[in-house]
């Protein structure tokens, strides 16, 4: 056990890398192995991150320099030259998601992809995304950041165009490339400009000598606008509802993830890498005017589509504002002791917890929208009607997802919204009322999708259509399992992963000072 906790940050990107290497040899054996490989392997990523994360949320930072003898070995001769993975509480937290949600897709996909050619490289991709998931948000490299980044666009890039019998697939992927290559490539320019100044990759050791200089603040708004446009923020949304819409729904599910796994590299380089820099709550400001445009322009789009698909993917977009509302209002007063105490740090829990609590019904939602596609073979919401009769517990997780996006109680999205309101109120009462708005807005617009897929009497067409298959019924359930778990006992999150995650971000010197 304590090997696996000493090269757990290797260990967890290195377990779905290798496994998607084999996954098309073990597919020659046959299908069901295929699949039982891919879950099992997962399965053990999320131990090992289950277990990294419990030593770093009781002992502190895990550092791991790959090639040195002694993996806590960052800095031989005391020049950070090694290529270094850090995870602290933000750090673990994300990964938790990242490897809970894909093991979900996982487990939804053994039924839902069964008809379709493959198979092997969907599940392939599939570890190799959870890897530069991982590789992501544990490295404490920028350039292994780019590396990660570009990994992770090309691999969701292929899943995305996963349906190449139909153009709009190729055509969503297409975009999805470029926009990915177009972000990967200012995060590259971003590098070069830091590196040719300080001969550092390490955002450890950056952070600790960084000047502050002219290219220093070109190099922040290169990765700003890379990550931002990376995670779907208006007004860099554009691809968004072309690739949510035409992958495939577990695809889709695990492309949310994708897009918060860009988040958290844009809250690590402006808390972590910027975060001693003087004028950094204009970072913060940044992120709240983004916020609110994604709120409010997202859940505007999301009134007017037909397509179930398309629909939900512009709430995402909707949704990523209040993540970056509250942790741009938490940036915005960092150097207010007074109001971070009393409302910015609150912001960024709120923020955080929004970010775990999106995933949970964000991807029960694409679930159930995908359960409605297997059996009726349909997206339009004018083509569904009477769904409730021959799908029961499919329509009780639709409305438990439905709940929780409108930021009802007794389910997550109110607890993690409760918060953003409270402590932005005190912030600005305006940017509250809007949040609260879109909030409105959201449950009107998923009242017609119910209404348009489930009520009514059933349609003559749909007369043979059922319940779906078991495991598609098991990782839905256990997503709406915790969706009512976080929202009756929203405190086991916060004490245990919110609030040491926040306190991560705001502690710059814990990050850097494993490095330096």
């Known amino acids: 056990m304590s090997f696996i906790v000493e090269h757990g940050p290797a260990l967890a990107i290195a377990v779905p890398l290798m ?37 770093v949320l009781s002992s502190g930072v895990r550092v791991y320099a790959l090639g040195a003898s002694i993996p806590s070995l960052t800095s031989p001769g005391g020049f950070p030259i090694r290529i270094v993975l850090e995870v602290d509480a933000m750090s673990a937290m994300m990964g938790l998601i990242s490897v809970s949600i894909a093991l979900l897709v996982c487990i939804y996909s053994t039924q839902y992809m069964k008809k379709y050619q493959g198979l092997d490289k969907f599940y392939a991709l599939l570890l190799m995304i959870t890897s530069a998931m991982l590789g992501l948000v544990f490295t404490g490299d920028l350039f292994n950041m780019f590396v990660f980044l570009e990994l992770l666009s090309v691999s969701s890039g292929a899943l995305v165009a996963f349906y190449m019998g139909r153009g709009e697939p190729a055509e969503a992927a297409f975009k999805y490339v470029i926009i990915s290559a177009t972000g990967a490539l200012m995060v590259l ?76 590299a844009l809250f690590r380089v402006s808390f972590t890498l910027y975060g001693a820099m003087a004028t950094i709550s204009v970072i913060g400001w940044a992120m709240i005017i983004l916020g609110i445009l994604s709120m409010f322009i997202g859940v505007t789009l999301a009134m007017m589509q037909r397509d179930i698909k398309r629909l939900m993917a512009y709430h995402a977009i909707s949704q990523t504002g209040y993540m970056l509302l509250g942790v741009g209002v938490g940036l915005a007063v960092i150097g207010d002791v007074g109001a971070l105490s009393s409302y910015g740090m609150t912001a960024i829990e709120g923020g955080l917890f929004h970010v775990i609590n999106h995933a949970m019904y964000k991807g029960l939602l694409f679930l159930t929208a995908g359960a409605i596609i297997y059996r009726t073979g349909t997206r339009d919401l004018n083509k569904l009607g009477g769904l ?94 915790f969706i009512i778990l976080f929202g009756l006992l929203p405190d086991l999150a916060v004490q245990w992963l919110i609030e040491p995650a926040a306190k991560a971000l705001l502690n710059q010197l814990n990050y850097v000072g494993v490095i330096v």
């Open 19 to 55: 496994a998607a290497f084999a996954t098309p040899l073990i597919s020659r054996a046959g299908g069901r192995l295929r699949e039982l490989w891919a879950v099992l392997c997962l399965a053990a990523t999320l131990v090992i991150v289950v277990m990294l994360s419990m030593d």
């Open 189 to 264: 320019l971003a590098v070069c400009f830091l590196y040719g100044q300080y001969n550092l990759l390490s955002i450890g050791a950056l952070a600790g000598v960084m000047q502050f200089t002219f290219l220093d603040k070109i190099a922040l708004v290169l990765l700003v606008s890379a990550f931002a446009l990376k995670c779907g923020a208006v007004p860099l949304h554009m691809w968004v509802s072309d690739a949510y819409g035409e992958a495939p729904v577990p695809v889709t599910a695990v492309l949310v993830v994708v897009s918060q796994a860009s988040l958290y």
């Open 388 to 481: 409730a009769h021959a799908m029961p517990v499919t329509t009780c997780f639709f409305i438990i997802g439905m709940l929780s996006i409108a930021g009802l109680p007794p389910f997550n999205g109110f607890s993690s919204k409760i918060m953003i309101y409270e402590s932005v109120f005190m912030f600005s009462p305006v940017l509250s009322i809007i949040a609260i708005l879109v909030s409105i807005l959201t449950l009107a617009s998923f009242v017609k999708v119910f209404q348009s897929a489930f009520l009514g009497p059933k349609r003559r067409e749909y007369k043979d259509v059922k319940e779906v298959p078991v495991a598609m019924l098991i990782a839905m359930g256990i997503l709406a399992f």
